[in-house]
């Protein structure tokens, strides 16, 4: 079965850009999670979909966006970049039924540097 | 509100040693915590997760932990390293349908 795939793997944007990154989720997976990596502030929740709404929210500004398609792949958006929003942005996929703490498994991930 | 917090950034050891990372966890009710390990240039892996089956958890490549509920940790152990446990290992915690990450433990191994 396939892992988690996130295209592209690697993104330059310039300050006051916008970036779309995406993620397919493993065959079968119905929940998608992003996080953000940083060296300063370690590994954070951005949100996380299932079938299609948000159910879950971290704490960043309203700049970070996200939807999911029918087919459970997902993307998420940051507009307006800043230099702050240089990290590897990381996705996961769970079966996200049931028990609340699916197992979750992550992409390789995109790492997106602003200049 | 759910937190974990990892006591040591980097830990050293030889090979064939054993391995022990530190967890400390705060959470409101019985949490959801899992290990996770990190190499470089690849992608995270679970190693192991307690949902209160059991305390002591067996996760993969040797390694285990014990949840210590009056203690509030989920320390990470392993008898022997080996040289590809190198890596940046992460405690963290279920809150919802999210996970909260520590800031996670550099484990360097020595030959």
């Known amino acids: 079965k396939a892992g988690v795939t996130q295209t592209p793997r690697y993104l330059i944007k310039t300050r006051g850009q916008q970036v779309t990154l995406s993620c397919s989720p493993i065959?079968?997976?119905?929940?998608v999670s992003w996080y953000q990596q940083t060296p300063g502030q370690g590994l954070q929740f951005l949100f996380e979909?299932?079938?299609?709404?948000?159910?879950n929210k971290g704490n960043f500004p309203g700049r970070f966006s996200g939807r999911q398609f029918s087919n459970s792949r997902s993307e998420m958006n940051v507009s307006t970049l800043e230099l702050g929003d240089s990290a590897l942005y990381l996705c996961?996929?769970?079966?996200?039924?049931?028990?609340?703490?699916?197992?979750?498994?992550f992409g390789p991930g995109t790492r997106l540097t602003v200049l | 509100a759910q937190s974990v917090t990892q006591l040591d950034s980097h830990v050293s050891v030889s090979e064939g040693t054993p391995v022990l990372l530190r967890c400390n966890y705060s959470?409101?009710?019985?949490?959801?915590l899992f290990w996770y390990v990190q190499h470089p240039n690849k992608g995270l892996q679970l190693l192991l997760k307690?949902?209160?089956?059991?305390?002591l958890v067996k996760g993969i490549n040797g390694f285990e932990a014990e949840f210590k509920k009056s203690e509030t940790s989920f320390h990470l152990t392993k008898p022997s390293a080996h040289m590809s446990d190198a890596a940046e290992y992460f405690c963290?915690?279920?809150?919802?349908?999210?996970?909260?990450f520590g800031k996670g433990t550099t484990l360097s191994v020595s030959s």
């Open positions: 996961a996929s769970s079966l996200g039924s049931g028990g609340l703490y699916n197992e979750q498994f």
């Open positions: 065959s079968g997976h119905r929940s």
């Open positions: 979909y299932f079938s299609e709404t948000q159910r």
């Open positions: 959470s409101s009710y019985s949490p959801s």
């Open positions: 307690y949902t209160s089956a059991a305390t």
């Open positions: 963290v915690v279920g809150a919802g349908t999210a996970l909260i």
